[in-house]
């Protein structure tokens, strides 16, 4: 097998484990340099997380929550330490291979749902099978409209985002993340512009794909919703303390 071939098969192998752990990063550095100088984000990050598990993790503003998160997803890179995501190693990756590698092997979740104004709620969830490439083009539609309806909103399918509350949104957003069956879903402050009762409604579906065997790292500031997932990490000054 040629290197190139290799480096595809690792950035693709997303439902291995090592040791037993879907995610598993060792003394991972995050350290970003500015105008303002040198802010350490992460600093010596060792984190396991096993397939199922539904992770919250917390911390006051800065702590490094979200660099944690973007690092899991490939979105940041390292300074240092390894990671290591469903047995592919994404600290040696190039940037092509790790777009290729997120596609099939993380579902992103954003505070801000993140939705195409101009495509529909279909349209959205089906835009993320067109990247990756791993559902034939005539089951995306179909597909689509399954995931809709697992998260409630197959009667909006065909709104655009603006006829949308919050909550439609978000919900659409997480059927987006789920449109090429990833096996790690992440979600950096999902409820943070949401009501409490569209709240409660987003995290019972996260508490459902946990159940359905999904992996979910949840950055939240909400403690009464971290005590309800089955772990919770503590961040300060870009350190796990708890």
Not at 156 to 168: F, I, K
């Amino acid at each position: 097998m040629s290197k190139k071939a290799n480096s595809h098969k690792k950035a693709t192998a997303q439902h291995a484990t090592v040791n037993g752990h879907l995610v598993d990063l060792k003394h991972v550095v995050k350290i970003y340099e500015g105008a303002a100088g040198r802010f350490v984000a992460l600093n010596d990050v060792n984190l396991k997380v096993k397939s199922g598990e539904f992770i919250a993790i917390v911390g006051k503003s800065g702590s490094g929550k979200s660099t944690l998160i973007n690092v899991v997803t490939g979105i940041d890179r390292p300074t240092s330490g390894e990671v290591w995501i469903g047995g592919a190693s994404i600290h040696t990756l190039t940037e092509e291979q790790i777009a290729v590698w997120r596609g099939r092997a993380i579902g992103v979740i954003f505070q801000f749902f993140q939705l195409l104004p101009t495509l529909t709620a279909v349209e959205n969830v089906m835009l993320s099978m067109d990247y990756a490439g791993i559902v034939p083009r005539a089951q995306r539609a179909q597909r689509a409209l399954h995931l809709l309806e697992q998260v409630g909103m197959v009667d909006v399918a065909h709104e655009l985002p603006a006829a949308l509350s919050g909550g439609q949104q978000q919900s659409i957003a997480i059927a987006r993340a789920l449109a090429n069956d990833p096996p790690i879903i992440t979600a950096d402050e999902p409820t943070g512009n949401l009501d409490s009762k569209t709240t409660e409604l987003v995290f019972r579906l996260f508490e459902a794909l946990a159940t359905s065997g999904k992996t979910i790292l949840m950055v939240t500031h909400d403690s009464d919703l971290a005590a309800r997932a089955q772990r919770t990490i503590v961040l300060a000054d870009g350190e796990i303390v708890a």
